[in-house]
């Protein structure tokens, strides 16, 4: 993570004091997080078949240990309260929906270079969103477009951005090029995450033990 003078807006939306407060709201499954209701079916239990629980659900490539390394990491950073985000990877939304409920940013905005488009669960979580914050998201966008992640962001901000989180190739040269393309665009104070740097290399993902590349 990378964290830089802190000069940003500084109020959690009503109702939610601070990240402990969001953390504490989580409540933790063997096979699920669930918050406010939505649930955020793990990724990590996607071949149990008592686990299924259909369409009625996120699907989150999170791991817990992954999201208490954000929660350590914020409770450092009480201040910091990111109005405008950019998210690069979605699959089926669950994270932009998980770091919504988090952030709880003004302007969410999401890629994924797939062709797909939002599930039912998360057109109904969007829907669910108070008007004054906005979720939007970009299918058919490769985060190695420079031109094309520079297009979204001037056309949806209206101020720099607060936090980037990039969960998408997890490749070198495309990583790299969204990086130096959004960084700029990131406000003094900003976070740019980039997360499981290590996946491509993972044991589990370099020899599946099912077989089956991940
Ligand atoms: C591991 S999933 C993470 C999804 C989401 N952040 C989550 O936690 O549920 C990675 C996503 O990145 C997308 N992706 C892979 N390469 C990409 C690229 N070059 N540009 C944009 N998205 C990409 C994939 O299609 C996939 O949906």
């Not at 709201?25 to 063997?30: D, V």
């Not at 914020?74 to 950019?86: A, Q, T, V």
């Not at 770091?99 to 905005?109: I, K, L, N, T």
Request: hydrophobic share 35%.
């Amino acid at each position: 993570m990378c964290s830089l003078q802190d000069n940003g807006p500084k109020k959690f939306a009503e109702g939610q004091d601070t990240y402990s407060d969001f953390f504490a709201s989580l409540s933790w499954e063997r096979d699920r997080v669930i918050r406010g209701g939505w649930v955020f079916r793990l990724e990590s239990a996607r071949d149990d078949p008592t686990c299924d629980l259909r369409e009625n659900c996120f699907r989150l490539h999170k791991t817990k240990q992954l999201i208490d390394e954000y929660q350590n990491y914020l409770s450092r950073e009480p201040d910091f309260r990111p109005k405008n985000k950019f998210e690069l990877g979605i699959w089926e939304g669950g994270s932009v929906a998980f770091w919504s409920e988090c952030f709880r940013p003004q302007m969410h905005v999401a890629v994924d270079i797939l062709q797909k488009a939002d599930t039912e669960y998360f057109k109904s979580y969007v829907r669910s969103r108070e008007p004054a914050q906005h979720v939007k998201t970009y299918w058919g966008v490769d985060q190695a477009d420079r031109f094309r992640l520079k297009q979204i962001v001037e056309s949806e901000f209206n101020s720099p951005l607060d936090l980037v989180i990039d969960d998408a190739s997890h490749t070198y040269k495309a990583t790299k090029t969204s990086f130096e393309t959004l960084f700029p665009m990131l406000r003094p104070g900003g976070i740019y995450v980039i997360e499981d740097w290590a996946w491509v290399h993972w044991k589990e993902f370099v020899e599946p033990p099912n077989g089956r590349r991940r």
